[in-house]
């Protein structure tokens, strides 16, 4: 595509005015604008054709993933660009899986010139978690006239995923890995809570008594208790519900980035506990699933696949997700549900879907405190609206409290806590989990 630049239309412009000018002052010369401006449009044509010639191979680097909050740097370099001539590189439409709520990826400027190095240069910020697509870019040069712009689309598929900001996450994480971590630079077997045995050692004050084993205490007339080995290759599972009731916010997010920085804080101290761990998202569909990963090596890829996990306002299916997930099990596992529970018939249909997820695996279930609710429900009804305000927060409450307490009583392990503490009160749920040898 061609169009003209700045330059030839100015040009045609005082061509016309001087047309004008000398039509007026000497009339013979009234031809002679004329043949100006059709010798200017013959330029632009010769110029648009040489700019043509130009070939363009540009590339595009962008970051494969970035926190939410961070700076972003998209750097689109050419090859065999048209030296000495003006260029401008345009970023195609910036598509991402982030739903209602805003643009997940603020640019400076989507257009940008090309610097002397052939390169152009985009910068902004990270806004919100999700995965960013660019499908494409627009690029124009001028010919070595400059009267014609050339225009031409280079298809250069990039995509950036903004993931949860991870310092605070990681930095928790080992201190929780490390709060029962023995001093010290000698090499130590994992002695601790499992379910494999390791040895036997003479009883010591403040071991559990049911360690004690009595036949071999009465065979060397001294109490002696059994060491277990702490187990690892356990499967654990985070399973988020991305349905409609998980956009709510809560604070300055949702609850979906809630549970997911919850859950990114577990996974990142199951993986440095030598556990294996797998991630689904779903609403009314499988949305996103992650393979099993292993070793703190592993902890890129979970943050690349929670990126992924978009925003839906969607219902959310429980049996089509959890029997999905059921069946891309091979073996026990802890799946780790994130959910939140508003609709009564959709709990009935979560409830009959766990149901057969516990005769295998072990399920906790995960539900952030609605804070605002509780308020609601107590505060005074100084006024009519606020009476009815209260009396529809307690009967959300009370059908939660329901539900949970029916989850408990089919063997589901439950969680409910504030965001603000949902993270380390989940760690440590996996980790009694894990002392409780119930994997």
């Known amino acids: 595509m061609i169009h003209p630049t700045a330059r030839l239309l100015v040009a045609i412009a005082g061509v016309a005015a001087l047309g004008g000018v000398a039509g007026i002052l000497v009339e013979p010369l009234w031809p002679l604008p004329l043949l100006l401006a059709l010798l200017l449009l013959a330029a632009a044509g010769l110029d648009a054709l040489l700019a043509s010639r130009a070939v363009l191979a540009p590339g595009v680097q962008a970051p494969r993933g970035v926190e939410v909050g961070s700076e972003v740097a998209i750097d689109v370099a050419f090859a065999g660009g048209p030296p000495g001539r003006r260029a401008e590189v345009a970023l195609g439409d910036l598509a991402g899986g982030g739903g209602a709520g805003g643009p997940l990826l603020e640019l400076a400027a989507t257009a940008a010139p090309v610097g002397g190095d052939g390169v152009a240069r985009f910068a902004g910020r990270a806004l919100r978690r999700g995965q960013v697509a660019m499908a494409g870019i627009d690029v124009r040069w001028q010919g070595p006239l400059g009267l014609a712009w050339r225009l031409a689309h280079v298809a250069q598929p990039a995509a950036i995923a903004i993931t949860p900001a991870l ?23 994992d002695i601790g809570p499992g379910g494999e045995f390791e040895a036997l050692a003479d009883y010591q004050a403040g071991m559990e008594r049911r360690r004690i084993d009595w036949k071999q205490s009465a065979r060397h007339h001294r109490l002696l208790a059994r060491e277990y080995r702490v187990e690892r290759d356990n499967h654990v599972v985070l399973a988020f519900d991305c349905g409609r009731s998980m956009v709510e916010p809560i604070g300055a997010l949702s609850r979906l980035d809630r549970a997911i ?79 939140d529970i508003v609709d009564p018939t959709a709990a009935e249909l979560m409830l009959q879907s766990v149901g057969r997820l516990l005769k295998r695996h072990v399920l906790l279930c995960v539900v952030i405190r609605d804070d605002d609710l509780e308020q609601m429900a107590g505060a005074a ?53 894990k002392a409780r040898q119930l994997l």
Do not use: H
């Not at 009476?387 to 392990?413: F, K, P, Q, Y």
């Open 167 to 189: 310092p605070a996450i990681t930095g928790t994480g080992l201190g929780l890995d490390n709060r029962e971590a023995a001093a010290g630079l000698r090499s130590q077997r």
């Open 261 to 339: 920085s919850a859950g990114l804080l577990t996974g990142f101290v199951s993986l440095k506990l030598g556990d294996r761990v797998s991630l689904i998202g779903f609403d009314a569909q499988v949305r996103q699933a992650c393979a099993l990963v292993a070793g703190p090596g592993g902890f890129a890829a979970l943050k690349l696949a929670a990126a992924g996990l978009a925003y839906s306002g969607a219902e959310t299916n429980f049996t089509l997700g959890l029997s999905t997930l059921a069946q891309s099990l091979q073996r026990r596992a802890l799946i780790i549900l994130f959910t």
């Open 381 to 433: 009804p100084d006024t009519a609206e606020a009476m009815a305000r209260a009396v529809i927060a307690a009967g959300l409450l009370r059908e939660r409290r329901i539900v949970l307490s029916r989850l408990r009583s089919l063997g589901v392990e439950v969680l409910e806590a504030p965001w603000q503490a949902l993270g380390p009160a989940l760690a440590q749920r996996y980790l009694d989990t």
